[in-house]
């Protein structure tokens, strides 16, 4: 570009236009709130404001987490449980597709609920619904998760034979139950559907046997984790401080969307019983991470949840690597969209077109390190301000003498979803310590390296790491024995090199 149109376009005009109208975060009112009715998240980019959350200045208090294996999901979402917590005494149900959260739940004296390891969930509990509206709600689970929309006839003989299960247990279709009455199962319907075939008088015996063979999948022993009477209490779960639900242990995809679809109609409808309330903040949080089509399809409740927007006070968070697993309305809806390191351009593509952010942030989007984040809020007046800035670090706990080793940003996408490759590595600070001396690695470059790791907040990247220790001059073979005896791939390895290079 030549000067003279330099000069044109930084005329005093344009230039106080551009910082006027389009500062590059929102205003610090709307960014730092009262701490004691607010969730502290980090520290922005540009400006350096301690950024609060709060969903009284938001559209709802549902968000959305999306990022790279490792980026630092689950790490945002716990901090931001933690904080609830203390600061709003807020409960929170994680719905644990894969067991990641069970450990720190643990830890943290939550509750752990484990279906497919002596928990069980009775699909046809009413939880203080009505039996009818319990049918529907069944139906639509399997709209969802089976072929059943295909087959109207099909369709017609189970919702039929649900209700009649109801009916045979002496409930009354259109009025919330009163007592304790035993709900029905799903065995009872399917032995209903069989009576029926048995009797040979009706038309289409096939669409019979097609019907009881689907429902079947959901009852038959040893895999009747939602056959059963319940094990575990739903009213009860949602005011019981952390609670992870773990899903790990059943035996798919099908049987996790089930159990996460049903608990969050559960959730949905003591959320519309409830209603709105005085008191201050979040009285719960659901956690969906990595919940696939119950996440995806529209007919889910998580879907419900977010249009339902604020006025129950339970909040959403729907985290996923896959950003394209996450239904775009509520990618559009959800108040706060908390973006972490991103790859893939289709996804970037999706996510920018949901929320329209600039080409800049796009481009930090792609350069973010583990635990930063770029932060989309909307507000509920409207905005002369950009909405999406940049956090430098999700500020959480971690533990003090443990370095994490990430590997994520060298592994290609299909190496990102494998589950059996590990994606980052922990080292006890003395362990990394002996092993350098261990390596006659001089005093000075291990005080060097490690004061370098911490400075990074002890957590680096493969290629970080190994920058390091070429900074304090180990020797190239050295730094390679070093990371495989770490268990780290030659593959791994010469990747971590060769971009250093
Ligand atoms: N803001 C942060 N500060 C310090 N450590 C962090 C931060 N974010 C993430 N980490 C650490 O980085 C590692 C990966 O983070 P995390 O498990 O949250 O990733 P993830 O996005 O949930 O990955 P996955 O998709 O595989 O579940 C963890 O060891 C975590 O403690
Ligand atoms: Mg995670």
Known sequence: MSLIKIQKIMGNELAKRTFITRPPEPPYELLLNDPTDSIFIGITRRFGVPFTWTFNTLTNPHLSVVGITGSGKSFFVKTFLIRASYVWGTNAIIIDWAGEYKGWVKQSGGTIVSFGKGDYLNLMDLAGAKPIDRVKQIMNSLDILTDISNFPEQKRLTSEAI?????????????????????PTLKDVVGLLEEKLQEGTYQYPAELENAIYRLRQFSREGEDYFAQKSTIDLDRIIRSGLVAIDLSGLPDEKFRALAALFILQTLKEKMRLEGWSAAKGLKAIIVLDEAWKVASDERSDAITIIREGRKYQFGLIVASQNPTDINEAIFSNVGTNIILKIKFQKFMDYIQGSLNFSQFIRGEIGKLGVGQAAIDLSFQTSQQFPSTFIIN??????????????????????????????????????????KLIESEVNTDAIDGIMSELDAKNRLVDLREFVRIMLGQRLQRELVVSFLRSSGISDQLITRAFSYGE
Not at 163 to 183: K, T
Request: glycine content about 4%; charged content about 25%; proline content about 5%.
């Open 163 to 183: 209700e009649q299960s109801y009916l045979n247990a002496g409930f009354i279709m259109a009025s919330v139950p009163v007592g304790d009455r035993d709900a």
């Open 393 to 434: 670090r999700i500020v959480g706990e971690v533990p003090l003498d443990v370095y994490t080793i990430t590997l994520a940003d060298l592994l290609t996408e299909n190496e990102l979803r494998d589950l059996s490759i590990q994606k980052e590595y922990s080292l006890e600070k003395p362990f990394l310590r002996s």
